[in-house]
């Protein structure tokens, strides 16, 4: 039986080797002089979709500047499918005012507003539903919130009570939270 002190040294020696491994596949991965990994270097099973924006990219030389791109399939756990796909030329993005879409995400940014998101999307839809769970406070401070989702348009009425986030922003807020992960 291994003592605790050998169990400890395979434990780092396989570390060491595991970190060896990855040094050796980063070192194979050519950049360019900006110290970028250029695109055709990249794993075409990984990074499928990024290979198809920079053949759509080669296509139209209008867009040299380059794109981003939102896309996603998503089955919602409350039921029904939503797919949506949305790119935007970066020409000139960086360089604009962004100020426009400070109320946007600023009406993700408060943590009650985010879990009210998360349970429309689960499948809870009423106010009734949303009042009867913990800590989403009282119903005049989950009406306060609901307004400011529907005004920034995460999320729209759908019917007298009820609410839903559109289509077209599903996707867009999963990659928001999903980019937002560290």
Same mark, same amino acid.
């Given at each position: ?68 791109? $939102? ?31 400070? #109320? ?25 539903? $949303? #009042? ?9 401070? $989950? ?24 289509? #077209? ?14």
């Amino acid at each position: 039986m291994d003592s605790p002190l050998d169990s400890l040294r395979q434990e780092v020696a396989a570390l060491a080797g595991r970190l060896a491994a990855l040094e050796s596949r980063g070192a194979e991965t050519p950049t360019t002089p900006h110290g970028r990994t250029p695109v055709d270097a990249l794993d075409p099973e990984t990074f499928w979709a990024l290979h198809g924006l920079q053949s759509r990219l080669a296509a139209h030389p209008e867009t040299a500047e380059g794109a981003v791109m $939102l896309v996603g399939a998503v089955r919602l756990p409350g039921g029904g499918d939503v797919v949506w796909q949305q790119a935007v030329g970066t020409d000139g993005l960086i360089d604009t005012e962004w100020t426009a879409q400070a #109320a946007t995400l600023a009406a993700l940014g408060h943590p009650v507003r985010i879990e009210l998101l998360r349970h429309i999307l689960a499948g809870t839809h009423t106010t009734a539903e $949303l #009042a009867a769970l913990d800590d989403l406070g009282t119903t005049g401070q $989950l009406h306060h919130h609901l307004r400011q989702l529907v005004a920034a348009g995460w999320v729209r009425q759908s019917g007298r009570g009820s609410y839903e986030v559109p289509a #077209a922003r599903v996707v867009p807020l999963l990659v928001v939270i999903a980019g937002a992960e560290r």
